[in-house]
């Protein structure tokens, strides 16, 4: 039953790393082994979506509507803008994560793609590209849907959006970076062992909050008092 069921997983992950495949020289893709493959294919395929949808967000914001979102702001306003718009991006994925967890078919159908990797062996910056496309299309989307609201610069939310992708990367590489207030690499392990704290993304003001903050060395102070 195991081998069948492994050999139609590999079948059909096969299928979908050909899609991709067909645009590398078969001389160069079909020497991968299968998990590098489907591992490309996961980038890529995140990596077009991801630019292909911010662009058109882009277009329509600084293109379409140059009028509103091209201000002349000084630098007390642009802080300000920034700021805001961090502040609701934080307030979005803090309940949109934890939403994730608290309604159980969420977690079961999209969230558990991502806690498949909840302990240090198994965690790696590889983990947080590991996620279903309807989370990750939610949690880009505050960057763009927010822009209605609080106008960015250009740069600015470009930088903003570059920043998310390598922020992600970093919160899963297990590395013990306290920062006070960033939810570091540290704080988001917690939440992939215990899975009830550290929702928030950049900084741990919504989990402050909302009352779902764990400090890294409570685990420790805890496994020594056992
Ligand atoms: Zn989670
Ligand atoms: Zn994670």
Redesign the pocket.
């Known amino acids: 039953m195991r081998e069948q069921y492994l050999q139609q997983f590999l079948e059909e992950t096969g299928s979908y790393n050909g899609l991709v495949g067909n645009f590398f020289p078969a001389a160069l893709w079909s020497p991968l082994p299968h998990f590098v493959q489907t591992w490309l294919r996961i980038y890529i395929v995140s990596l077009v979506t991801y630019f292909l949808l911010c662009s058109l967000w882009c277009f329509y914001f600084y293109h379409w509507k140059k009028d509103i979102y091209l201000l002349k702001v000084g630098p007390i306003a642009y802080t300000i803008h920034v700021i805001v718009h961090i502040t609701l991006a934080e307030f979005w994925l803090y309940w949109t994560?934890r939403a994730?967890?608290d309604v159980k078919p969420l977690y079961k159908h999209f969230?558990f793609v991502?806690?498949r990797y909840n302990n240090k062996t198994s965690l790696s910056p590889f983990a947080g590209a590991a996620s279903h496309p309807v989370e990750a299309v939610l949690d880009a989307l505050p960057y763009t849907i927010f822009l209605f609201f609080v106008p960015m610069h250009f740069k600015t939310e470009l930088a903003l959006l570059s920043l998310n992708g390598i922020w992600t990367f970093h919160s899963h590489g297990c590395l013990e970076t306290k920062m006070w207030p960033i939810l570091t690499a540290d704080y988001h392990t917690v939440?992939?062992i215990m899975?009830r704290y550290n929702?928030g993304n950049y900084t741990f003001m919504m989990d402050w909050l909302f009352g779902t903050l764990r400090h890294p060395n409570s685990l420790i102070e805890e496994a020594k008092s056992e």
């Open positions: 994560h994730f967890h969230h991502h806690h939440h992939h899975h929702y």
